[in-house]
């Protein structure tokens, strides 16, 4: 992950200098610099040193001319601007990280192998809207309508197995001889009606 933070006018790089700095840049500079330990690029610009790097970059050049300084600092996670006007807290700087972390995991699979996954998932989960969208974008990954077939039907078997095993064990229980249903409770339910035997949860 990348954090790019373009600070207002300072007097130095994080503004925690002087006598008495700021207790928020203090917890911000602190946050920002667990964060590299543990790999993150973190890169700071100071409105005041920096000036040309604001100007670089697009959309922190566009809120300047449109809103002023008034809207710094600006952060810019991976390239696109998440949060303006004020720092981050530590639990958006944990979620950035977090959502970054997936997305470097997606990346790892090509754009032909995500949309199998997609459709597998699609099928299992019983999504028409998603299948709506994965399948044409299969097809423009340039995966054939035979490879799209063969994961449908893959994972219509993985999506069936449950379905088959829960059934079986039904029977099986059923041949065995256990009690005829209703003689006991299946689950903790308030209703008196279930609860007498003339019904099983609903």
């Given at each position: 992950m990348k954090i790019s933070v373009y600070d207002p006018p300072m007097c130095c790089s994080t503004g925690v200098c002087g006598p008495a700095p700021d207790p928020e840049l203090v917890r911000v500079a602190a946050d920002l610099e667990r964060l590299a330990a543990k790999g993150t690029v973190v890169t700071r610009y100071n409105l005041?040193?920096?000036a040309q790097a604001f100007l670089e970059q697009d959309e922190v050049r566009k809120l300047l001319q449109e809103k002023g300084p008034e809207i710094l600092p600006v952060i810019v996670v991976d390239g696109r601007?998440?949060?303006?006007?004020r720092y981050p807290a530590a639990r958006e700087l944990a979620a950035w990280s977090a959502e970054a972390e997936e997305e470097d995991l997606?990346?790892?699979l090509s754009k032909r192998e995500s949309e199998l996954v997609a459709i597998g998932a699609a099928i299992g989960s019983n999504c028409v809207p998603c299948i709506e969208y994965h399948i044409p974008e299969a097809v423009r990954a340039g995966l054939t309508v035979e490879e799209i077939r063969a994961s449908i039907h893959l994972a219509d078997k993985v999506k069936q197995t449950p379905a088959r095993k829960i059934l079986e064990a039904a029977f099986g229980l059923l041949s065995a001889g256990t009690e005829t249903p209703g003689t006991a409770p299946c689950c903790s339910t308030p209703d008196p009606e279930a609860q007498s035997g003339s019904k099983c949860c609903g």
């Open positions: 005041a040193r920096q601007v998440r949060l303006t006007g997606v990346s790892m």
